[in-house]
């Protein structure tokens, strides 16, 4: 992609028109959002609820692309599901995000200085995750390395990442720099 013929100018942000009320002021300080397809497995999902279900934060997720949220039982009451794409608001009120691999997403997450864990089902998750991982802007997570104390401790991690934090501010800044759609 020779610099001549190509720009990138960061990810689209334009609003999407949700009708949903999400719930912000019953929430937690701290909020993670997860945005599953529906290449992501039940397996996946149950250790998210197991691992966030008694903690002190609030877990938004968001079921996109044919997902759904029957696949995994009972809600916890500090999830909060809905069917489908959010709004940007949600991003603009995350601490840290997870996905399931999908390059847009990963770089609205950027957009709003928010860290990433990258869950891989397929060579190019892990490939976009490794990237993340190489500039200390999140972490990726491996069906093969999935459990529920490797899952609570990258979130730990992220959360208290100096570097990483750090590092997301700089990529937030030059992401809004790059002008977007507008620009494109």
């Given at each position: 992609f020779p610099e001549k013929n190509y720009v990138f100018t960061g990810p689209s942000m334009e609003n999407i028109k949700v009708s949903c009320i999400i719930p912000f002021s019953a929430m937690?300080?701290?909020?993670?959002?997860?945005?599953?397809?529906?290449?992501?497995?039940?397996?996946?999902?149950?250790y998210c609820y197991?691992?966030?279900?008694?903690?002190?934060?609030?877990?938004?997720?968001?079921?996109?692309?044919?997902?759904?949220?029957?696949?995994?039982?009972?809600?916890?009451?500090?999830?909060?599901?809905?069917p489908a794409m959010l709004p940007k608001e949600v991003l603009k009120r995350t601490d840290l995000f997870i996905t399931d691999g999908s390059s847009t997403k990963i770089n609205q997450a950027l957009f709003y200085?928010?860290?990433?864990?990258?869950?891989?089902?397929?060579?190019?998750?892990?490939?976009?995750a490794k990237r993340v991982e190489q500039l200390n802007l999140g972490k990726k997570l491996t069906k093969k390395d999935l459990s529920l104390g490797r899952l609570r401790q990258i979130v730990i991690d992220l959360l208290k990442n100096d570097t990483i934090l750090?590092?997301?501010?700089?990529?937030?800044?030059?992401?809004?720099?790059?002008g977007g759609t507008l620009k494109a």
């Open positions: 937690n300080d701290a909020i993670i959002f997860i945005s599953v397809g529906c290449k992501t497995d039940s397996k996946f999902l149950n197991e691992a966030f279900k008694n903690a002190r934060i609030s877990v938004i997720i968001a079921f996109e692309n044919g997902a759904n949220a029957n696949i995994i039982g009972p809600i916890p009451d500090n999830f909060y599901v809905y200085g928010i860290p990433v864990i990258v869950y891989c089902n397929s060579r190019t998750d892990y490939y976009l750090d590092n997301i501010i700089i990529t937030e800044a030059e992401t809004k720099l790059m």
